[in-house]
């Protein structure tokens, strides 16, 4: 480390069109400051200031406080003498005075995990000059306020150390409240403001022992080092192993002009999103208040006002208000101010395009002034994500490979679910109308507490507005509707994050949290009632909608066209009847990786055959169970190869322990008994003989089909008559028979005898023949171990790793569940590893597996059908372990297609 190299640049500028970094400087200036920079650059006006670099982070560590500050003294002097000339402004004069921000920012986006001052410079003499300076009184001490308390917490050590803990400064805030019988921050007058400003120092003096700095330099440099130090909090140490980022990458501090947009009349502060989020339709859109903080615009108290006039007369005609009310009482930004409007219409068009992405961006206008705050690729739902990606790839900004980059596979879920049926919609009544905020169909019971968002199956969160309190409700719902808050409020920023159905903003609608009641046009609804919402219209309707499947079309259909013609590996489904198979090929699968045997077992007319092959004494008597089990069979695979008619179908032969078919209650023992004519001892006999101590580890898989080679020979009939059957109509089915849980060769080898033994049969009784290979899961460690013993043998490999994860852990399928939340609670393991591939060991036995397995057979066909082959990051690591293809259950179809994709073109 470079201790003695005192002329390296520690601090970076930037502000007035210029700047010392950019934003491929990330490492060095964090996100946060690369960014400020990049715009600084390019001409965007960012309230200016400076970036302490990540390197000094390091320092500090290395070298401590005092040797840092003297490091860095020097030019953040001369850094902050740079903001002072270009805002006019000086630090810690009291009659102009300069206020600042200090901020961390490492090199990724660690949201809410290191620490913040804002408001910096204030004190007992300055406090008076800003006050005369903004003529706002008001807001000059609720900002000193708002200081101390976070320099207190941030940098004097104030903060509860444990949530049991009182927060000093909440205390005493809720006992002037209490004593002045008030309940909001916002009713405390201007004297409440200046004795709390007492109350708060004297609290810090009691504490610490320390008066609270009231030199603006002294403030900063604390303020500076506990940006540091905050790269070390419990907090961020535990976020940093989360995500495996390094310690010593260290984070770098934005120190930043404080502008303000509520300073009065002529000041204000929005939000925007260079296209609409929530539909991707390319109009910039947004929403902005006058005189207010950016906390205002989001907290849905009051109406924000639409930034374009086509968003505002859109906004009316939704919220059905009168144009010559719109227009004097919300006019956009557009009518009202349009030389700002214009500008802002030109940063945003500059920033998508520098970008190449949707912009999300706040901005504030103080006293007459533009600044843009920040720019970050905007979230936005499915839908808009996939138009968003197709419409920039059409208009030249990016190459094919970028929008298919662009396109969060998971994303592509909410694309995936129902949609209102349009006829049922003609016949709807519809009672409110409120803001699109989310796309989506929702139907369910109304409720208005967040935390009774599962009191019904399917519900309705109601409120009149949203908190982030309520995120874990909003989650449970399955649509939000709000009578407050516009497109960017709360709870439409959110919804749409999570993909959720939300109207916003139904202004018409009177709700009740005490009577639980919400009124519209004089109808009462209660909690418990049913409603719908379109989040594509805003049309709140009453009762129960009927809704279709959607179907792959339009950009989501150019995106998966995309997605195929980069591609490495196939994507197959996970298909047990014809129904699911159609699903899956509508979506784009290229055959089935699994059809699961014993699913069809469990339907009505079949499990009385399964239970009397099971109960049979002789095996005779299992023959004959199994002889009326067989057309059954054959009729599913005739079903299933039909609809996947010319691509491969992987049949899996029985897999579950025997015990899973017959009845444990002695109602339907004693219904079995009668049924088949024997006694009920010999029934409770059977079952307690089937018994296991650790069944997923007993009596399964390859080991039935050894114990009772007639299943074997059953199910490779049933396989082959039904292919045969589809070539006499002219369709080509292409079975691959899989045996499961091999271990050996040998067990292998056993069943692979009976398939081919069986399958020579039947072309002989019938005089023509098909096409099939023979093949096995790898899903025990002693397999993927001895894989090129095996592959000598079988025709194509399938990891099967939902067992081979439970083998591998040692982590009980069925049992799991009772450990694993608190292993990822206390940071055990990061991700269930049943649901994300462990790469690290799991992921081992796949790749030797698939190597040994090539060692023998060249080309020989691998697959996966555990559930990981829908994972997008599982999906990646297949492609690079060089599997043939994956298989996911049908609705997961596309997004393995997407992930399958970026694998490929990530390389
Ligand atoms: C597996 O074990 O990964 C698998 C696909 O089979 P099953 O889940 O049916 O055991
Ligand atoms: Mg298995």
């Not at 150390?161 to 205390?171: A, L, V």
């Not at 559930?867 to 599997?883: Q, W």
């Amino acid at each position: 480390m470079d201790k003695l190299q005192k002329t390296k640049t520690r601090v970076y500028r930037f502000g007035n069109k210029t700047a010392d970094g950019n934003s491929s400087m990330k490492n060095l200036l964090g996100g946060k400051g690369a960014n400020l920079a990049e715009m600084s650059l390019i001409g965007i006006p960012v309230p200016p200031g400076f970036t302490i670099t990540t390197e000094v982070c390091t320092e500090y560590n290395e070298l401590g406080k005092e040797a840092v500050l003297k490091l860095i003294k020097n030019e953040v002097e001369k850094s902050v003498e740079n903001i002072e000339t270009i805002m006019g402004t000086q630090f810690g004069n009291t009659e102009n005075p300069l206020l600042i921000s200090v901020r961390s920012g490492a090199r990724v986006s660690m949201p809410g995990m290191m620490d913040t001052v804002l408001n910096l410079g204030l004190n007992d003499d300055v406090v008076i000059g800003l006050a005369k300076k903004t003529n706002n009184e008001r807001f000059a001490w609720d900002s000193y306020r708002r200081f101390i308390q976070m320099y207190g917490d941030v940098v004097l050590g104030m903060k509860p150390e444990s949530k049991d803990d009182i927060d000093p400064f909440e205390e005493i805030m809720d006992n002037l409240k209490h004593k002045r019988g008030i309940k909001l921050d916002t009713e405390f007058t201007i004297q409440d403001l200046k004795d709390l400003v007492y109350d708060f120092k004297d609290a810090i003096k009691k504490k610490t022992g320390l008066n609270f700095p009231t030199n603006p330099w002294e403030q900063l440099w604390g303020a500076i080092i506990a940006v540091f130090n905050s790269w070390n909090s419990d907090r961020a140490i535990y976020y940093r192993k989360m995500n495996g980022y390094p310690a010593d990458w260290g984070t770098a501090v934005n120190v930043q002009a404080m502008v303000y947009g509520n300073m009065g009349n002529n000041s204000g502060t929005g939000v925007c999103f260079t296209r609409d989020a929530a539909t991707g339709e390319n109009v910039f859109n947004g929403e902005y208040l006058i005189n207010a903080q950016g906390e205002d615009v989001v907290a849905g108290v009051r109406t924000p006002q639409q930034i374009t006039l086509l968003g505002s007369k859109r906004w009316a005609e939704l919220a059905k208000i009168d144009e010559t009310i719109r227009a004097e009482k919300y006019p956009s930004l557009e009518e009202l101010m349009p030389e700002i409007f214009n500008e802002l219409n030109e940063y945003q068009k500059k920033l998508e395009n520098h970008y190449r992405d949707m912009q999300d961006m706040e901005f504030t206008i103080q006293d007459g002034k533009l600044w843009i705050l920040q720019t970050r690729n905007g979230k936005r739902t499915g839908a808009a994500m996939v138009k968003i990606a197709m419409d920039l790839l059409k208009e030249g900004l990016i190459n094919e490979k970028e929008a298919l980059l662009l396109i969060e596979p998971n994303k592509l879920d909410e694309l995936l679910h129902p949609v209102f049926d349009p006829k049922a919609l003609k016949k709807a009544t519809v009672i409110a109308q409120g803001l699109p905020a989310s796309p989506g169909a929702a139907t369910g019971q109304i409720v208005f507490f967040a935390d009774e968002a599962n009191k019904y199956k399917n519900t309705i969160l109601t409120r009149i507005e949203t908190s982030p309190e309520d995120l874990e409700g909003m989650n449970l719902a399955k649509g939000i509707l709000t009578a407050r808050g516009g497109m960017t409020s709360h709870a439409a920023v959110v919804a749409r994050g999570m993909g959720k159905c939300c109207v916003s903003g139904a202004g018409s609608l009177k709700i009740n949290y005490k009577k639980r009641t919400l009124t519209v046009d004089g109808r009462e609804f209660h909690e418990g009632d049913w409603i719908s919402l379109n989040g594509s219209t805003g049309n709140i309707i009453e009762g129960k909608v009927a809704t279709i499947n959607p179907t792959l079309s339009g950009e989501f259909a150019e995106i998966m066209e995309l997605a195929d013609k980069y591609a490495a590996m196939k994507v197959r489904t996970n298909a047990d009847t014809p129904k699911d198979a159609q699903i899956a090929r509508s979506f784009g699968a290229q055959g089935i990786g699994l059809t699961r045997t014993e699913h069809m077992f469990f339907e009505v007319d079949r499990i009385k055959a399964m239970r009397e092959m099971i109960l049979a004494d002789t095996v005779k008597g299992r023959k004959q169970a199994l002889e009326d089990l067989l057309p059954m069979q054959r009729s599913d695979f005739e079903g299933i190869f039909e609809a996947m008619e010319g691509l491969p179908v992987t049949v899996r032969l029985l897999d579950p322990p025997l015990h899973e078919f017959v009845p444990h209650q002695l109602a339907t023992q004693k219904d079995l008994a009668e049924e088949m004519h024997i006694s009920l001892e010999a029934v409770k006999n059977k079952v307690a003989e089937l018994e296991e101590f650790n069944p997923m580890l007993g009596h399964r898989g390859c080991r039935l089909g050894i114990t009772y080679p007639e299943i074997t020979e059953m199910q490779t009939r049933a396989i082959i008559e039904a292919a045969l059957n589809l070539k006499e109509k002219g369709i080509v089915a292409k079975p691959e028979i899989m045996v499961p849980l091999v271990g050996t060769l040998q067990e292998f080898s056993a069943q692979e005898k009976i398939i081919r033994s069986t399958a020579k049969k039947v072309f002989e009784e019938r005089n023509d023949t098909i096409e099939f290979l023979v093949g096995t899961m790898i899903e025990i460690p002693r397999a993927a171990l001895t894989a090129d013993l095996i592959a000598e043998k079988a025709e194509f490999f399938s990891f099967g790793t939902n067992d081979l994860t439970q083998m591998t852990f040692g982590y009980s399928r069925d049992d799991a569940g009772k450990f694993l939340p608190i292993y990822i609670e206390e940071g055990i393991l990061s991700v269930d590893p049943f649901e994300v591939l462990d790469q690290e060991g799991v992921g081992q036995l796949v790749e030797m597996g698939t190597k040994k397995g090539r060692s023998v057979k060249p080309k020989l066909k691998v697959g996966i059908c555990g559930e990981h082959g829908g994972e997008p990051k599982s999906v990646e690591f297949c492609h690079r372990t060089g599997l043939n293809y994956v298989s996911c259950s049908p609705y997961r179809v596309p997004i393995a297609r997407v992930a399958a994709a970026q694998a490929a073109i990530k390389e």
